[in-house]
């Protein structure tokens, strides 16, 4: 039996034939530069493999002469426009490949990246597979990393391609073509007329349905950050210092009070009676929980905080990382392992790191304690994890890994251990505490410095003491004025609101920055995000039009992140899908057109 094998890049086809011709192939070239075949016996399944691949996307979608050009038809048309799907121009060598190599084979078996995209890519792929063999049996490979045991098993117990899965993908190029086509060639042709800079039609204002509920999370913050006014506050500052000069600062129960008269009566009153007294001590065991395993979402917010890289930068990177081997498939929701992971072959692996494998080393040694289980899992793909150890990697690779690396290590790990102290005191009718802490265990502290941990121990108190303050003084301070947003933040506020999915968040909001909506400003070792003057005067313009659903917020694309999840499910037909939504967007784009002036006015162009 000939089976064709075909992987979404050329370096996971190359892997694959490696891992499962035992390194023993023959390797032929074809018309495109990055394409080689891969040909050898794989007696497993007494079977011939031809090993090939694309290079993402063989297809682009576009709408006919008819409504290609801008002055074509009425922006509105686009929404009704057929939309013609055609092989890219520079993919048609991969193309012919593919057709010559399908006439050979019996069995082709998708290889791609087990993800929704994964599987459209693999849908077109069949497309053209068909057109030379039409009844060429399809077969779909599922794997989470390049390693033996994983492919081997894909190999030999290949599943079906999940056709709802890619209708879903179809029906999202499809509607984010149409909407952002004709919103896009409707504000740009009216904001040509109003400032210059648009006038040689090189410049596009463009729309996106994931891009503008983005840009306005980063105008909304904006706009709390400029409207804010600080406030005074006052609080009551008790203390004690010890012989040995150390103060132990107590916490008033009421925090601070925005009233400076009743603030200063309750100070009277601790006056009039200063004497603290000890009403209760209480001692116990506490923890810091370790991390929970990685998602995509995760690491994109951590790549941003702790290891100042933008998110498309940390995804590119170990994407990269996951195409060497190194990595487990880095674009997962699944914040929980299953039971059966054999975690110890992984974790043996990194023993042999001078940095952490003494850690590593202790784990294997009885130290290993299952990882916490998150609430997310996609029955897709495991957390993110290292497959392999990679020792020669240097820059922001290296940062990346060690990250994932540690953070793994981490979940294998056990929660540190502490002891806490928190003594309640009254002072003048007035109520206080203050907590103590002596770390006992660091253990996953060990390895993973990104977290802190740190113990403050107290003097030694008894219910009932009594002692007189060091300090007893009411203080005033001021409310701070809220951070600029980060790309953490960012992350944080798409993923909790359906704006696009884990493997794309990065992308939208580098188009953000790369359409000039948002600035990035750094400050210290912090990058913030700004929004540029045209960037607000296009979220506010729209945010002044009172649409039903706003299309600078979340809701509407959050109804289409769940359609599509009803598309992949079953419950709902791409069509379906598809004609409910564009119906949606009619509406708002009448309405937007109508009240476009709100925006014109709004926006100035810097």
């Known amino acids: 039996m000939r089976v064709l094998c075909v992987a979404e890049k050329p370096s996971i086809s190359k892997s694959i034939s490696q891992i499962l011709s035992g390194g023993r192939f023959t390797t032929n070239e074809t018309r495109s530069k990055y394409i080689k075949n891969y040909e050898f016996d794989y007696p497993q399944t007494n079977s011939f493999f031809t090993v090939t691949c694309v290079t993402g996307h063989l297809t682009g979608s576009d709408f006919p002469e008819t409504h290609r050009k801008w002055n074509s038809c009425d922006a509105f048309d686009l929404f009704d426009a057929p939309v013609e799907t055609h092989i890219a121009s520079d993919k048609k060598a991969i193309e012919e490949n593919l057709l010559t190599q399908a006439r050979r084979a019996d069995t082709l078996m998708i290889w791609t990246d087990c993800d929704r995209e994964g599987e459209h890519i693999g849908l077109e792929i069949v497309r053209v597979c068909k057109r030379a063999k039409r009844n060429i049996v399809v077969k779909r490979a599922r794997f989470s990393a390049i390693i033996a045991q994983q492919i081997h098993h894909a190999a030999q117990h290949p599943v079906e391609l999940d056709r709802a899965q890619a209708d879903a993908v179809e029906a999202r190029i499809m509607l984010d073509l149409k909407v952002g086509a004709a919103f896009t060639r409707m504000q740009t042709m009216i904001l040509q007329n109003h400032f210059a800079q648009l006038a040689d039609g090189k410049n596009v204002v463009s729309y996106g349905p994931c891009q503008f509920p983005t840009l306005g999370f980063v105008v909304q913050k904006w ?63 506490t923890k810091k929980w370790k991390p929970l395993p990685l998602t995509t979402v995760e690491l994109q917010k951590a790549g941003s905080r702790l290891l100042r890289l933008a998110p498309k930068k940390v995804l590119d990177i170990a994407e990269k990382l996951y195409q060497q081997g190194f990595l487990s498939y880095p674009r997962t929701e699944t914040d929980q392992f299953d039971p059966q992971f054999d975690f110890q072959s992984l974790i043996q692996k990194q023993t042999v790191d001078p940095a952490w494998g003494d850690f590593a080393t202790s784990l294997t040694q009885n130290g290993f304690s299952a990882p916490r289980k998150g609430k997310n899992n996609d029955k897709a793909h495991p957390p993110i994890h290292p497959t392999a150890h990679a020792g020669n990697l240097a820059g922001d690779d290296k940062k990346v890994y060690e990250f994932i690396t540690r953070r793994f290590l981490a979940c294998c790990s056990k929660d540190a251990e502490g002891f806490q102290t928190i003594v309640d005191v009254e002072c003048g009718g007035e109520f206080f505490s203050a907590t103590g802490l002596i770390v006992l265990e660091r253990n996953y502290l060990i390895v993973y410095p990104y977290d802190k941990w740190v113990g403050h121990e107290l003097p030694d108190f008894e219910e009932g003491q009594e002692f007189q303050p060091s300090v007893c003084e009411l203080r005033e301070g001021k409310t701070s004025k809220p951070s600029l947003l980060t790309e953490a933040d960012l992350v944080t506020l798409m993923d909790k609101n359906g704006i696009g999915t884990d493997a794309t968040i990065a992308q939208h909001i580098q188009t953000i920055i790369d359409r000039d909506y948002v600035i990035e400003k750094i400050e210290g070792n912090t990058k913030y995000l700004i929004p540029s003057k045209l960037g607000i005067g296009l979220i506010e313009g729209y945010n002044q039009m009172g649409l039903n659903k706003s299309l600078s917020k979340p809701q509407l694309r959050r109804e289409t992140e769940r359609s599509m999840v009803q598309v992949c499910e079953g419950q709902k037909t791409k069509g379906d899908m598809l004609e409910e939504t564009i119906e949606q967007y009619k509406e708002m784009f009448i309405i937007a057109r109508r009240e476009f002036p709100k925006v014109v006015s709004r926006t100035t162009l810097s």
């Open 223 to 285: 706009n709390l950050v400029k409207s804010f006014v600080s406030e005074p506050f006052w609080f009551i500052y008790l203390a004690l210092t010890s012989s040995a000069g150390e103060e132990t600062p107590f916490n008033w129960k009421r925090g601070h009070l925005f009233d400076e008269d009743v603030a200063v009566s309750l100070y009277d009153f601790v006056l009039s009676d200063p004497l603290a007294r000890v009403i209760k001590v209480t001692k116990k065991g």
